[in-house]
């Protein structure tokens, strides 16, 4: 499993991180644990609002059977959303969700707290006081964001004691917006519109990690294109180059993003465990640039 370091510290972690956003009893989560493990994905990411909080729990009912424990894993949460309601960053708001999370993982402590998507009521200076709290009381090691763009975050440090070293994005083969606009510079073309502040580039600068969320769908959650009769083109590529470098189109996907040298996590969500299996030996493929530009090509992408 190849890792990455996360923020100024250089915290090792596994580029691959379990998603348990899909996370249900019906998908014997015992054994998509112990797959997971077994492969060298100890990295799992929830949301407090994942199936209302029942995510964690079937998480952590299942964590318990499977025998590890807790200082064997990395376990990170997001908070920051009241579903259909509001974005709420307030001091209140952050403190009892992560007493929420803590319950319902039945852990002391999370590895990683995100916030989930920005609150543009956010009062920076309440966030500061909300993780201050959080990591003298040991409940929180380190802190990140999600879905953020660049000048939010600067806006957050400056009143955030503790690097913020994660930023949760969607990446993947068919959502590059992030790199399409870093080549497509002095253009006028759709793909030179710049939708979040040069967040790729602000990241590598920053010590940030980008985590690749919903890394094998297209659209927002429209559905999966490996295999997808829709893209005839990229799917005929990422079969050519699973046979080439010796694992799956998921694989290569998988692959695709962790080849980009800002050192991404991908988060994967799938429940199958042949799959967790594939994307986690597929994390050791390192693709050729000519590989990596040939797959961007084939999703439908153009070079100036
Ligand atoms: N920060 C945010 O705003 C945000 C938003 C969304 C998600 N996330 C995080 O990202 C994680 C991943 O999101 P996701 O589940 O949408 O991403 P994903 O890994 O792209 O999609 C997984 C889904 O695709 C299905 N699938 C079908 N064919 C597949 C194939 N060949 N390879 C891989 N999966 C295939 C899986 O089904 P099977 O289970 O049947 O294999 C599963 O339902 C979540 O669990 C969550 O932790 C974060």
């Known amino acids: 499993m190849k890792?990455?370091?996360?923020?100024?510290?250089?915290?090792?972690?596994a580029?691959?991180?379990?998603g348990c956003m899909r996370i249900t009893e019906a998908a014997d989560p015992v054994k998509v644990i112990d797959t997971a493990m077994a492969n060298g994905i100890n990295f799992f990411d929830h949301a407090d609002i994942y199936g209302g909080g029942k995510c964690e729990e079937i998480f952590a009912k299942a964590f318990k059977e499977t025998g590890y424990h807790r200082d064997?894993?990395?376990?990170?949460?997001?908070?920051g959303i009241v579903p259909g309601v509001m974005f709420d960053f307030s001091k209140e708001h952050i403190i009892s969700s992560v007493e929420g999370i803590l319950k319902r993982l039945n852990v002391e402590y999370l590895d990683s707290l995100l916030l989930h998507r920005p609150d543009t009521l956010m009062e920076p200076e309440e966030v500061a006081a909300a993780f201050d709290q959080l990591e003298s009381d040991g409940k929180v090691r380190y802190f990140g964001v999600s879905n953020q763009y660049?000048?939010?975050?600067?806006?957050?440090?400056k009143y955030v004691r503790q690097p913020l070293i994660i930023n949760q994005l969607q990446f993947g083969v068919m959502h590059t917006g992030m790199v399409d606009f870093g080549l497509h510079v002095n253009m006028t073309d759709e793909a030179s519109f710049d939708h979040d502040d040069g967040i790729l580039e602000f990241s590598r600068l920053n010590d940030m990690t980008i985590q690749a969320w919903s890394p094998y769908q297209y659209g927002?959650?429209?559905?999966?294109?490996?295999?997808?009769?829709?893209?005839?083109?990229?799917?005929?590529?990422?079969?050519e180059m699973a046979?080439?470098?010796?694992?799956?189109?998921t694989g290569i996907a998988s692959a695709w993003i962790l080849r980009?040298?800002?050192n991404m996590q991908v988060i994967a969500g799938t429940m199958t465990p042949s799959r967790i299996e594939e994307i986690a030996k597929a994390s050791d493929i390192q693709l050729s640039r000519e590989d990596?530009?040939?797959?961007?090509l084939a999703a439908g992408n153009i070079l100036p």
């Open 15 to 18: 580029s691959v991180i379990l």
């Open 3 to 13: 890792q990455v370091n996360l923020g100024p510290n250089e915290v090792g972690a």
């Open 292 to 296: 990596w530009y040939s797959i961007y």
């Open 220 to 239: 927002f959650f429209e559905g999966v294109f490996i295999g997808n009769e829709k893209f005839p083109e990229l799917n005929l590529k990422l079969s």
């Open 243 to 249: 046979e080439k470098y010796g694992t799956t189109p």
């Open 150 to 157: 660049s000048r939010q975050i600067q806006l957050l440090q």
């Open 260 to 262: 980009h040298p800002a």
């Open 72 to 79: 064997e894993i990395f376990l990170q949460s997001k908070c």
